[in-house]
């Protein structure tokens, strides 16, 4: 009877540490999950800042029409991938769309800030002052989300290559997270203009 006992108990354990690696796992990838979700909530509100930055300098700059295309073109490129990465936050094809569509939109929002410096009644302008601090504050908020989101992906890849991590890991098919990897230096700091 005793050996019975010791093997059951044995078998018991085991269970159990496999219920524990397997709960784990989901908790860290609901966690990364959650992390892209604030980064989701910031580039939203970046992305509802950017139809209000161009009303402001459409009026001054109604000769630059293409420029103001583009930034549209680029914001709603965004939005897409956002929300691609939104449904799959770590899948890599979906955090590369994302990253490209993000680079282009700050790419072409540098542009206009650059063509804005030539209109001087734009820089001395109360909103679109307000809308310069309002973009500086969200790019601080993205880049801090997604700080957070990369710190959660670490861990979870961590604990998913560790051994025996790594045989729940695979039989459960819990897949390797990517990284939001750093960001192009436009998008490292908030563009600085001189009003």
Same mark, same amino acid.
């Given at each position: 009877m005793a050996p019975f006992l010791i093997v059951m108990g044995a078998i018991a354990l085991f269970?159990? @540490? +496999? %219920? =524990?690696? /397997? =709960?784990? +796992? %989901?908790? +860290? &990838?609901? &966690? /990364?999950? =959650? @992390?892209?979700a604030?980064?989701?909530?910031?580039?939203?509100? &970046?992305?509802d800042l950017i139809p209000n930055l161009v009303e402001t300098v459409k009026g001054y700059m109604a000769h630059e029409r293409e420029t103001l295309e583009a930034v549209i073109q680029a914001r709603n490129a965004a939005i897409r991938a956002n929300e691609r990465a939104a449904n799959a936050p770590g899948d890599p094809r979906a955090m590369q769309n994302l990253e490209n569509a993000e680079s282009a939109l700050t790419g072409i929002l540098g542009h206009l800030f650059a063509l804005s410096e030539a209109y001087p009644d734009l820089k001395a302008d109360g909103s679109m002052q307000e809308l310069m601090e309002e973009l500086r504050s969200t790019e601080n908020r993205i880049a801090f989300a997604r700080q957070a989101f990369n710190d959660s992906i670490t861990l979870y890849n961590t604990k998913r290559e560790i051994f025996p991590n790594n045989l729940i890991a695979e039989t459960f098919n819990f897949k390797n997270a990517e990284l939001l990897a750093g960001a192009p230096p436009e998008m490292q700091a908030p563009p600085q203009i001189s009003l």
């Open positions: 269970i159990f @540490a +496999l %219920v =524990n690696i /397997y =709960n784990t +796992l %989901v908790i +860290l &990838r609901k &966690r /990364y999950e =959650n @992390a892209y604030q980064i989701d909530v910031q580039l939203r509100r &970046r992305y």
